[in-house]
């Protein structure tokens, strides 16, 4: 069996092209698994997963916990929201009590940066991102790739453009990293203020114009306003903001060519898109979803391979 380069899926930084071509074909396989009528495979049926959320979530712990089932895997799943975590106890004690209970692979989600990665240097288990803050998320940039390599049958010479939030959203991050290294070209785009001053130097082109960078693209990856992470004003109001970057019907039919949409979800209708854009044939987001539990099922496959030879 072909093995992934890490023992964790921190982030996409640390993955090579060759892990993410590997990661591809395994979610090819298991795309055709859950089309079928029997759609679960005895893969990890003596693996236990535990699913452990520090942060609201409903696409990414829905599709993991689906993706654990279908391949026949035993699953906790754990919220911070009502859990010990509010009479105190910290991440590393509440990960190792979990762990005592014999679990083989933590997924976790947390708000804080770096998360993921403190706890892979003191437990022995598999830890799997499902996004640390304004860091990265890994599988959403798996899936967000494997739906345009699906849509066009590559990913490389492609232009994608990501709109919106860039400052506050590890999907952008990770979308980079994964774009940049499957040899696609990348543009952000958003106001001034949501663009982190660093980003021109991760080899990414930018643009302040949503109707260039629209012109300029095949894919538009369109990103939510994290209003949640940010504690200062970045423009002035949420209406100003859809006015000038908000990606519309009437922007999309001034274009001179048809470009494929996609956001990661959740969608703040009329904010960054209208429902006539994300409803369209010009979207792929329910693809995303759906893509997602494919890719999640061949992430915890490659990663727990090392356990079950
Ligand atoms: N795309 C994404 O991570 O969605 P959730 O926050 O609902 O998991």
Redesign the pocket.
């Known amino acids: 069996m072909q093995e992934l380069s890490q023992k964790h899926l921190l982030g996409i930084k640390e993955l090579t092209s060759e892990d993410l071509e590997l990661i591809f074909a395994t979610a090819d396989n298991f795309k055709d698994v859950i089309n079928r009528p029997i759609k679960k495979v005895p893969s990890l049926r003596d693996i236990t997963i535990a699913n452990v959320f520090f942060?609201?979530?409903?696409?990414?712990?829905?599709?993991f916990e689906l993706a654990e089932k279908r391949l026949s895997a035993d699953v906790i799943n754990f919220s911070s929201a009502n859990s010990s975590v509010k009479k105190g106890e910290t991440l590393l004690d509440t990960v190792n009590n979990i762990l005592a209970m014999k679990v083989d692979m933590v997924v976790m989600?947390h708000s804080s940066p770096g998360a993921p990665h403190f706890l892979a240097k003191h437990i022995d288990a598999n830890i799997i991102n499902?996004?640390d803050g304004t860091h990265e998320?890994p599988t959403?940039a798996l899936l967000d790739t494997f739906s345009i390599r699906e849509q066009y049958g590559k990913v490389e010479g492609l232009k994608v453009a990501i709109i919106g939030d860039i400052l506050h959203s590890r999907?952008a991050l990770s979308n980079i990293f994964a774009l940049k290294k499957l040899g696609a070209e990348v543009m952000v785009c958003g106001p001034n203020t949501l663009l982190p001053k660093y980003i021109a130097s991760l080899g990414v082109k930018v643009e302040l114009d949503v109707k260039k960078a629209l012109q300029w693209c095949d894919v538009a990856n369109v990103l939510r306003i994290q209003l949640e992470r940010q504690q200062i004003k970045y423009f002035p109001s949420l209406r100003e903001y859809s006015l000038y970057y908000g990606i519309n019907k009437k922007l999309l039919n001034s274009l001179d060519k048809k470009i494929t949409i996609m956001h990661?979800?959740?969608i703040n209708r009329g904010v960054e898109i209208s429902s006539d854009v994300a409803d369209s044939e010009h979207a792929i987001i329910l693809d995303q979803v759906e893509n997602?539990v494919a890719i999640r099922m061949a992430v915890l496959y490659l990663l727990a391979g090392s356990k079950m030879a």
């Open positions: 942060e609201n979530s409903t696409r990414t712990r829905l599709s989600r499902a996004g998320h959403q999907v990661p979800g959740p997602g």
